[in-house]
């Protein structure tokens, strides 16, 4: 059942943003999948629509009214698809052009963090062009002696790897350097990671994720079948709010709006530890957000007509 004042007919023509050529294109694709169906079973009347296949003026010439973005990664997660959609005065959900292109990036989500104190692993950034497999062991021992490697400007953890020895690691570099110019190296946090999902403003109850993967990779995420996930995360009350507030501070430091998701990880000692920020995570009704959503009482349906909602008002 729709959310009290709205109806389908207050949304118009709804076009979800689906597919698109980012390296999390199946992701998106049952993503934006899951969301269509779910507004077409609340009598919305919406379409999917691949950016990778049709021109986004497409959006204009059929009269789409507002875009439920369900892009994952570059062109859909990092701003590009948002000013796209402004420069056609064509609402959308979730975050702007800065805060999405600030989440999307890896490297300044850091320095943003670093820079308000908020609480980040220790960390170096590598380029592409200036790199030296010679550094490998002073980072390692800078580091702590095991460290993670990131891609800049890539979700899904795709490219991720976990490193401790020298050699290991030039690979791990090499390999991130072929999905981004730009490599975050990380500091391992020996612990359980977390997810705080925020919408409207809201932080949804925490999810914790355990896997016996190295770290919740890519395939503990979407094809194995040992991952657990625990909501609510157990952890006492006074910290799940602690986790709360981080969540949503560091989520607006970013200049997050509307909704998204965001990780964290938590040490031996009890500290939690920002991983980043997700302007547009996954949908599927197995995903992290509506899980969180159930746990808080809301139904798959009610997440996706409250997150559309957010187009009801300017952008």
């Not at 779910?38 to 009214?65: K, Q, V, W």
């Not at 005065?89 to 963090?113: C, E, F, N, P, Q």
């Not at 925490?206 to 094809?223: C, E, N, V």
């Not at 509307?258 to 920002?274: E, I, N, P």
């Amino acid at each position: 059942m729709l959310l009290g004042k709205y109806s389908p007919e207050s949304f118009g023509k709804v076009a979800v943003l689906l597919g698109g050529e980012s390296a999390e294109r199946e992701v998106s694709l049952a993503s934006g999948s899951a969301v269509l169906k779910t507004l077409h079973d609340a009598g919305i009347d919406a379409h999917g629509f691949d950016p990778a296949h049709r021109s986004i003026h497409e959006l204009i010439s059929e009269s789409f009214d507002r875009a439920f973005i369900m892009l994952h990664g570059r062109g859909g997660e990092d701003g590009v698809i948002q000013g796209a959609l402004q420069q056609l005065k064509i609402r959308y959900t979730g975050t702007g052009v800065l805060g999405s292109a600030l989440a999307m990036d890896k490297v300044l989500s850091k320095l943003v963090w670093s820079a308000r104190n908020m609480p980040t692993a220790d960390y170096r950034v590598l380029e592409k062009a200036t790199f030296n497999a010679d550094e490998c062991a002073l980072i390692l021992a800078d580091l702590g002696g095991t460290v993670m490697v990131k891609p800049s400007r890539e979700g899904s953890s795709i490219g991720m790897a976990k490193a401790n020895e020298p050699k290991v690691l030039q690979k791990a570099i090499e390999t991130a350097f072929t999905f981004d110019d730009d490599v975050l190296v990380e500091a391992y946090i020996d612990g359980p990671e977390y997810t705080v999902a925020i919408v409207n403003g809201k932080a949804l109850p925490s999810i914790r994720m355990t896997s016996p993967h190295d770290f919740y990779d890519y395939d503990a995420k979407y094809g194995s079948n040992t991952t657990e996930y625990f909501c609510p995360s157990g952890l006492p009350a006074a910290q799940e709010q602690e986790l709360s507030r981080l969540a949503l501070t560091a989520f607006e430091m970013l200049s997050g709006a509307g909704w998204g998701r965001v990780d964290l990880m938590r040490d031996k000692h009890g500290k939690f530890y920002l991983l980043e920020s997700n302007t547009a995570p996954g949908m599927t009704e197995t995903s992290l957000v509506p899980k969180a959503a159930k746990q808080a009482g809301m139904s798959f349906q009610d997440l996706v007509v409250r997150i559309l909602s957010q187009t009801l008002s300017e952008n």
